[in-house]
């Protein structure tokens, strides 16, 4: 559309996930579950490192470490020189012997195995404790360690109670407010004058290789092309290529009506 560059490759190394948290709709998903072949993954990231791209984050709708090669994903995508981050919930072990991403983020917004079953149902808050805790202990030079809260509902008024928890077992504690596209879906009007630059900034690879427009698609709907045919000539699929100029025009598609980027303050 104007020759720009992306910067970011997220790729959806799976869209395995066993858990069923309040504010996703991972359950709700109509994409078979499906993960990325390693060679296929690697063959994108090369193509995204010609082309300029300088960030992966190896996941998009399913838990990184469900996916047995992420070691594998993360050590080439350091030789490539990319910079590395993705997001878990710590809900099953992390890969041995473990590769740190420059930023690792645990997703966690409990403090108490009985807040944890209101939020993630299936979580066990003593596994996920000693994951983190053991991880963090370790040395890790160049990751820096980050601490992800959801505030819902279900948390409300115990932040400062979680993040007194969790402190000294992370660099950095961070509390981000719930993305409202799968459950309360404010009723304030999105910001018709959003300037949303997500579809320039990102390609997001779901683990079918297709590319969709940005990482709001969790189901798909917007996607098209084949990542293992050309990154680039993906990205670029007319159908593509006419959201992003729909969105660009701030003529918005029904996935932006429901933008938690267009309400939040
Ligand atoms: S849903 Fe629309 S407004 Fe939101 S990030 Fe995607 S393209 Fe942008």
């Known amino acids: 559309m104007c020759g720009q560059v992306p910067k970011i ?3 959806e190394l799976t869209n395995a996930c066993g858990l069923n948290c309040v504010f996703c709709g991972h359950a709700e998903q109509v994409r078979p579950v499906q993960s990325m072949a390693a060679v296929n993954a690697m063959g994108i990231m090369a193509e995204a490192r010609d082309w300029g791209l300088v960030e992966v984050q190896p996941q998009f709708y399913g838990e990184p470490w469900l996916y047995r090669n992420l070691n594998e994903i993360v050590m080439y995508a350091h030789s490539l020189d990319f ?5 878990t919930s710590a809900q099953c072990p992390p890969p041995e012997p473990f590769v740190y991403p420059d930023r690792l983020v645990f997703s966690v917004d409990y403090h108490t195995q009985e807040l944890a079953d ?3 149902p299936g979580i ?3 596994a ?6 053991d991880l963090n ?6 990751c820096e360690i980050v601490i992800r809260c959801t ?3 279900e948390n409300r008024g115990e932040i400062a109670d979680i993040e007194d928890f969790w402190g000294p077992y992370c660099d950095n504690f961070v509390v981000v407010p719930e993305t409202p596209v799968y459950r309360h879906f404010k009723t304030e009007t999105p910001n018709a004058d959003y300037d949303c630059r997500l579809p320039r900034e990102q390609v997001v690879v779901l683990s079918d290789y297709r590319v969709t427009l940005c990482c709001n698609d969790w189901h798909g709907k917007y ?3 084949d990542a293992r045919e050309g990154l680039q000539k993906a990205y670029s699929h007319a159908r593509l290529e006419g959201y992003r100029y729909a969105v660009y025009q701030k003529q918005w598609l029904n996935l932006c009506n429901k933008c938690g980027l267009r309400i939040r303050k």
């Open 223 to 225: 996607a098209a092309g």
């Open 137 to 142: 202990g370790l040395p890790h030079p160049g």
């Open 151 to 153: 505030e819902c509902e």
């Open 124 to 126: 066990e808050f003593g």
């Open 9 to 11: 490759l997220k790729l």
């Open 128 to 133: 996920v404790f000693r994951r983190i805790t």
């Open 83 to 87: 910079n590395v981050q993705y997001y």
């Open 118 to 120: 209101k939020i993630r």
